[in-house]
T-cell receptor, first 112, second 109 residues
Framework: EAGVAQSPRYKIIEKRQSVAFWCNPISGHATLYWYQQILGQGPKLLIQFQNNGVVDDSQLPKDRFSAERLKGVDSTLKIQPAKLEDSAVYLC??????????FGNGTRLTVT | GQQVMQIPQYQHVQEGEDFTTYCNSSTTLSNIQWYKQRPGGHPVFLIQLVKSGEVKKQKRLTFQFGEAKKNSSLHITATQTTDVGTYFCSGGSNYKLTFGKGTLLTVNP
């Protein structure tokens, strides 16, 4: 089966600019997650979708981050405006029910 | 909120030595999952434990889930250079998974 697809792989922007990441989960996976992984740390959940509804966005900095999953399939995560501390790898993952997470390759964001 | 702690943060071993990483949760977990992340890669699922006291083996890897379902361990027997990476535990309750900070394992050949 095809894995979780993410794009772009790398992105370099200046602070205060905006950026968007895209994720296409494994076909049939109802649950989609966006994680932020800062170098040397574990993945931190930003938002979790069940189909096109939000299950958990308690750690999403809503003043600058937004995410959507229209039609319950692919998803976009946006940051506007970006800050230096947003430099991290943004991982998308999907799962079916309580099954394990399947991660994409991630997008490495550098904010200068 | 739920917190998952992992120790040690780093472990360097000689090839052939054993390795253990421990995971502790502040709350009772419905399940625990272990992932491995190679340098520059993404987390890859290793195993899921659900039952209290459960022990599972995958070749040289042994996973345990504590009786109280608040802690877990991963033990690697006779490490190899291919074992290099960061091992994360992820504790689940109410469909929410919280990752620990991971244990970075390096192996000297």
């Amino acid at each position: 089966e095809a894995g979780v697809a993410q794009s772009p792989r790398y992105k370099i922007i200046e602070k205060r600019q905006s950026v968007a990441f895209w994720c296409n989960p494994i076909s049939g996976h109802a649950t989609l997650y966006w994680y932020q992984q800062i170098l040397g740390q574990g993945p931190k959940l930003l938002i979790q979708f069940q189909n096109n509804g939000v299950v958990d966005d308690s750690q999403l900095p809503k003043d600058r981050f937004s995410a959507e999953r229209l039609k319950g399939v692919d998803s976009t995560l946006k940051i506007q405006p970006a800050k230096l501390e947003d430099s991290a790898v943004y991982l998308c993952a999907s799962s079916e029910g309580n099954s394990p997470l399947h991660f994409g390759n991630g997008t490495r964001l550098t904010v200068t | 909120g739920q917190q998952v702690m992992q120790i040690p943060q780093y472990q360097h071993v000689q090839e052939g030595e054993d390795f253990t990483t421990y995971c502790n949760s502040s709350t009772t977990l419905s399940n625990i999952q272990w992932y491995k992340q190679r340098p520059g890669g993404h987390p890859v699922f290793l195993i899921q434990l659900v039952k209290s006291g459960e022990v599972k083996k995958q070749k040289r890897l042994t996973f345990q889930f504590g009786e109280a379902k608040k802690n877990s361990s991963l033990h690697i027997t006779a490490t190899q250079t291919t074992d290099v990476g960061t091992y994360f535990c992820s504790g689940g309750s109410n469909y929410k998974l919280t990752f620990g900070k991971g244990t970075l394992l390096t192996v000297n050949p």
